[in-house]
């Protein structure tokens, strides 16, 4: 298994890694209409939803991206980034049980679209549904405000 580890010392950092992951990827889909999947592993206060919220603020999503712990999905449209809108899609998979409960809110749909921008937080929930296509993100609770953030290739 290949592994990188990042650092950040606050959630501004964190936002900032995020941002910075999504103009990468931003540039590489101009030509393309793919969609983007991260899966985001690790412990509650790990700095999952922090990254979740660079995404969203790198996307010119005007909603505050929270974690839909309760709800399992939120959907937020982006403003216009290189001449394309995306579509946020931020999964909580917390509290699921069966992966049928992700396919139910129309995951074939989300993960086939052109343009989405999928998160899935605690994705070891619903493994059995997720493409091999997609980046691993573990995210690690270092002290009050350091988090290391792991690329994991499975």
């Given at each position: 298994m290949d592994e990188k580890e990042m650092f950040t010392q606050n959630a501004?950092?964190?936002?900032e890694f995020a941002k910075m992951?999504?103009?990468?990827?931003l540039e590489i889909n101009q030509v393309k209409n793919s969609n983007w999947l991260v899966c985001l592993y690790g412990d509650?206060?790990?700095g999952k939803t922090t990254f979740s919220q660079g995404i969203g603020e790198e996307l010119g999503v005007e909603e505050i991206v929270?974690?839909?712990?309760?709800?399992i999905m939120k959907k937020y449209l982006s403003g216009k980034k290189m001449n394309k809108k995306y579509t946020l899609y931020h999964f909580d998979c917390y509290r699921i049980s069966d992966s049928q409960e992700i396919l139910d809110l129309g995951w074939e749909d989300i993960i086939g679209g052109e343009n989405n921008i999928i998160l899935i937080e605690w994705p070891e929930n619903?493994?059995?549904i997720l493409p091999k296509n997609r980046l691993n993100l573990k995210f690690e609770f270092v002290d009050e405000n350091t988090r290391k953030m792991i690329f994991v290739n499975k």
């Amino acid at each position: 298994m290949d592994e990188k580890e990042m650092f950040t010392q606050n959630a501004t950092e964190t936002k900032e890694f995020a941002k910075m992951l999504c103009q990468q990827w931003l540039e590489i889909n101009q030509v393309k209409n793919s969609n983007w999947l991260v899966c985001l592993y690790g412990d509650l206060g790990g700095g999952k939803t922090t990254f979740s919220q660079g995404i969203g603020e790198e996307l010119g999503v005007e909603e505050i991206v929270n974690s839909p712990t309760f709800i399992i999905m939120k959907k937020y449209l982006s403003g216009k980034k290189m001449n394309k809108k995306y579509t946020l899609y931020h999964f909580d998979c917390y509290r699921i049980s069966d992966s049928q409960e992700i396919l139910d809110l129309g995951w074939e749909d989300i993960i086939g679209g052109e343009n989405n921008i999928i998160l899935i937080e605690w994705p070891e929930n619903v493994k059995d549904i997720l493409p091999k296509n997609r980046l691993n993100l573990k995210f690690e609770f270092v002290d009050e405000n350091t988090r290391k953030m792991i690329f994991v290739n499975k």
